[in-house]
């Protein structure tokens, strides 16, 4: 090989080699096929300064968007859930993260359930004893208090979706800490834009309170229509609380009767 044809060869794998660097991986010769192509060792022979020469030299740091080991676009965990299309991608990625873990090791992921199409979500608390055993929200007493309450207003499991603020269940059922619900809120905020329910039913002041990122009594939240995020949402007692103050069964068969009814004015399917 001639050694002007050398020097370009030399010159454009340098070239290459540097966008590699920055911009990620794609089909280049080696610095030791950069040997084999020449029939004397290549100078350094300074690289013209083409347009894309220059533009690469005038990046100072390598865009964040990139990571320099794996070359691989670094999305933020914002990203990650932004890009989720479906629930199914969105449990995917529930299911990969550490950040909705609690300190109780070894529980399972409780997602959510229901009909994806619904326009009536109900949001709870967290995950207990049975639900983590089962993967599934609301399956032990409070459960079957809360089908009992939805029965009787017409909503049987198949026509609502259900899910929690935590997806995993926190140690001898305590309250979720304010860091676990932050860190699980995005991926609930997701799940509900997914689900595009008409009406959210939160069930305990847990579940108002970090939905409406406010602190409040349930008493004052309820009997009332909240604006979120363009939907409207109602607070009602919570099926456990129930189970051990049966005199608050009254007050939440009027929220749910008005629930009903404001389902039915916004033509809630079925
Ligand atoms: N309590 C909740 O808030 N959620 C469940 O899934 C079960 C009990």
């Known amino acids: 090989m001639s050694k002007q044809k050398n020097d370009l060869v030399s010159r454009t794998i340098r070239l290459l080699n540097q966008q590699r660097e920055l911009f990620g991986d794609f089909d280049v010769s080696s610095d030791k096929n950069e040997e084999a192509l020449s029939s004397s060792p290549a100078k350094e022979i300074p690289p013209e300064k083409t347009d894309s020469a220059k533009s690469v030299d005038s990046v100072q740091e390598p865009k964040p968007a990139y990571s320099a080991q794996n070359k691989q676009p670094q999305l933020t965990e914002s990203d990650l859930i932004a890009k989720c299309d479906s629930l199914e991608e969105l449990r995917a990625l529930c299911e990969a993260t550490e950040v909705l873990k609690t300190d109780l090791p070894n529980t399972n992921l409780v997602f959510g359930i229901g009909n994806p199409d619904a326009d009536l979500m109900i949001v709870g608390e967290a995950p207990g004893f ?14 079957k208090l809360l089908d009992k309450i939805m029965a009787a207003i017409s909503f049987n499991r198949d026509q609502i979706y259900i899910a929690n603020i935590l997806k995993h269940r926190p140690p001898d059922n305590r309250d979720p800490k304010p860091e676990e619900r932050k860190r699980s809120l995005p991926y609930l905020l997701r799940q509900i834009e997914l689900v595009n329910p008409k009406l959210i039913l939160c069930v305990g002041r847990i579940s108002a309170t970090t939905l409406l990122a406010k602190d409040a009594s349930l008493k004052s939240m309820r009997q009332k229509f909240h604006e979120f995020h363009g939907r409207e949402l109602m607070v009602t007692y919570h099926p456990a609380a129930l ?3 049966p005199q608050w069964k009254r007050p ?11 389902y039915d004015e916004l033509d809630g399917k079925p």
Not at 130 to 143: K, L, S, Y
């Open 252 to 262: 939440c068969w009027e929220d749910v009767q008005k629930l009903r009814s404001r």
């Open 243 to 245: 189970l051990r103050n």
């Open 130 to 143: 049975n639900e983590d055993r089962q993967g599934e929200p609301f399956v032990g007493q409070a459960g």
